[in-house]
């Protein structure tokens, strides 16, 4: 298995890229203060979104997922809460109404950003949450 700087070492082409530490320069302006860029490349943004106190985002213009890394709470979509933990999934359509609330001290989600603003339309509700199939 890789050590440490392998995971460090910049990606080639046809292979995944693997990131710690700094995030690569970014070519948009980060959304949150509470959010902290971890990698981007081309239309996709990922950060470390960890909101103290109150979640107090607006809807994005573009499509989001989130994945709990750590802590548990409530994903309030606009019109209902469901409760969220380690592994859940979510996802976001561009312009949809949501916030996390009731979440512990220690909560915290990966945010992958991606596609076009407006983001990509599909006959779908516009978000969904999806608990982890691999207990």
Do not use: C, N
Not at 20 to 29: E, K, N, V, Y
Not at 37 to 54: D, K, N, Q, S
Not at 75 to 98: C, K, L, N, Y
């Amino acid at each position: 298995m890789p050590g440490p700087a392998a995971a460090d070492a910049a990606p080639t082409a046809g292979r995944a890229a693997l990131t710690r530490g700094p995030s690569p320069p970014a070519q948009r302006p980060w959304r949150w203060s509470a959010g902290r860029p971890i990698f981007a490349h081309g239309t996709l943004e990922v950060e470390m979104y960890t909101p103290a106190g109150t979640d107090r985002q607006k809807p994005h213009d573009r499509d989001e997922i989130y994945v709990v890394a750590r802590g548990t709470g409530t994903f309030f979509d606009g019109i209902t809460g469901q409760e969220v933990r380690p592994g859940s999934f979510i996802f976001v359509a561009a312009g949809q109404s949501h916030r996390f609330e009731s979440f512990t001290s220690d909560f915290a989600v990966r945010v992958f950003f991606y596609g076009a603003t407006g983001g990509e339309k599909a006959d779908q509700p516009a978000s969904q949450l999806a608990e982890r199939h691999d207990r």
